[in-house]
């Protein structure tokens, strides 16, 4: 057999095709994953979808446990990225409080998450800055995710009364 037989032989031969179907499956399963993350995060603490805290910690739960449970929240460190802005952390109401909340914190300040979700998420998530004159003024959008400061970082979040989700 020529040389270049060979080489077509195994190109065309079934473990090519398995290789190709396995690069496929992993290259498209790593896409839907954050694809999932920035949708299925993005419209809870955008207030687009029901706030259900024990479904995304559930969510966070089957990738890692919380680093730390306090302020009435579970607390999960990420390098996710929500609608192209990177996050740091992602923090979910425990129950303990009157509130149900869900949200994130980036490493980008307000101003930057603020115009960065209000780029990319859909519509809805165009955040105002609440006190024009304040410079550490929190930003709210016409759903009522808010987006303030966490330190020198910025944490954006949907919060909603406990007392209002049962009536």
């Known amino acids: 057999m020529l040389p270049g037989t060979v080489l077509k032989r195994i190109a065309n031969g079934p ?3 398995y290789l190709g179907i396995i690069c496929f499956v992993i290259a498209g399963s790593a896409f839907t994953e ?12 955008l207030c687009l979808d029901d706030l259900a805290p024990g479904y995304f910690y ?17 607390w999960f ?15 979910i109401s425990d129950g303990s409080s009157r509130y149900a909340f869900v949200g994130a914190v980036s490493s980008l300040s307000p101003d930057e998450l603020a115009e960065a ?8 998530a165009g955040f105002k800055r609440l006190s024009p004159t ?3 003024s929190i930003f709210v959008s ?8 966490q330190g020198r ?11 209002q989700l049962s009536n």
Not at 62 to 74: I, V
Not at 142 to 149: K, Q
Not at 153 to 163: G, H, L, P, S, V
């Open 134 to 136: 304040d410079r550490y």
């Open 58 to 74: 559930n969510y966070l739960n089957q990738k890692q446990d919380p680093y730390k449970a306090e302020q009435g929240a579970y």
């Open 34 to 45: 954050d694809a999932t993350f920035s949708t299925t995060l993005g419209t809870a603490v």
């Open 142 to 149: 016409p759903t009522g995710s808010e987006i303030a400061y």
């Open 117 to 124: 979700v209000s780029a990319a998420a859909p519509a809805g």
């Open 15 to 17: 473990r090519s095709v």
């Open 153 to 163: 970082k910025a944490k954006i979040f949907c919060r909603q009364d406990r007392t």
């Open 77 to 91: 460190k990420t390098s996710e990225q929500l609608f192209g802005a990177p996050l740091t952390e992602v923090f």
